[in-house]
């Protein structure tokens, strides 16, 4: 027998909406409520799913039905959920733009938890005009955008430097980073540093990320704390 695993799965879900409505509803064992409009909807469905399950003599294998090859993919996976949603609610779903978090090279917990805070606000605080600085001059689109997704879609490639564009490209997600774990320090062992410490542990985080680099013993990590701009600009190091 083939049991295709994605039908398995909406069964799965349906059944145990279906158990659960039973539990609330049951009284010795007696369903006295009417089923709901879409219950019946998920019934039909199931039965549907179930009528096409042809039972033979043979091993039993296990078949992801939206892989053309059987075999179980997330990207599989997440495209079918993607077009259910647009045909069954008529919307279209953006997708999202997994390259700004899978794509970068950081430490899993770290792109897990971009990827949940990505629909956030942008971290930009409104500033008085007079209080803008350098940086939204130079990169005006960061200071407008009003998601942490598209402040990171927008974040500009740097390529002077093999260090210096590491270093830039890393900021972001250590900047995200160390600011979470500065507000759980404050929230739940009621310390607070400053934003000079902040400035200085996403520093020591974007160090700490370099170190799978091989070529990271050509530098030194004081520079990060004593020369950021030349960092930045690639004019440290060996070129
Ligand atoms: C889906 O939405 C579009 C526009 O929003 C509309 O023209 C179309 O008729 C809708 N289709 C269905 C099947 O509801
Ligand atoms: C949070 O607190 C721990 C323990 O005191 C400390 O090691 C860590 O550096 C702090 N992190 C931040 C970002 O302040
Ligand atoms: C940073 O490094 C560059 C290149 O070595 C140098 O020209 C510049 O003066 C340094 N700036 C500071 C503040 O040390």
């Not at 033979?56 to 990207?75: A, E, I, L």
């Not at 700004?100 to 090279?105: K, L, M, P, Y």
């Not at 900021?171 to 310390?191: C, E, G, I």
């Not at 799978?212 to 004019?235: A, C, M």
């Amino acid at each position: 027998m083939v049991v295709d695993c994605g039908e398995v799965l909406w069964i799965s879900m349906i059944i145990s909406r279906m158990v659960l409505c039973a539990s609330q509803t049951c009284n010795g064992g007696r369903v006295y409520r009417r089923t709901y409009e879409w219950e019946e909807e998920q019934e039909e469905q199931l039965m549907a799913a179930l009528a096409r399950v042809q039972l033979d003599d043979g091993d039993d294998t296990w078949r992801w039905s939206w892989d053309k090859h059987g075999c179980f993919s997330v990207k599989s996976f997440y495209k079918e959920l993607v077009n259910r949603a647009r045909v069954q609610q008529n919307v279209s779903v953006q997708r999202f733009p997994f390259k700004v978090v899978w794509g970068v090279d950081i430490l899993s917990k770290v792109q897990f938890f971009c990827m949940d805070i990505s629909p956030w606000e942008s971290p930009y605080c409104r500033q008085s005009v007079s209080q803008r600085n350098y940086g939204e001059s130079m990169f005006p689109a960061l200071f407008t955008v009003s998601s942490i997704e598209e402040w990171l879609l927008q974040w500009p490639v740097v390529t002077n430097h093999e260090w210096g564009s590491l270093v830039w490209k890393y900021l972001p997600y250590a900047t995200l980073w160390t600011l979470w774990k500065t507000r759980n320090n404050k929230t739940f062992r009621n310390t607070e540093i400053g934003v000079e410490r902040i400035c200085r542990e996403i520093k020591f985080t974007i160090w700490y990320w370099c170190s799978s680099w091989k070529r990271r013993k050509k530098y030194k990590y004081q520079d990060l704390e004593d020369n950021w701009t030349g960092v930045i600009r690639g004019l440290i190091g060996y070129v």
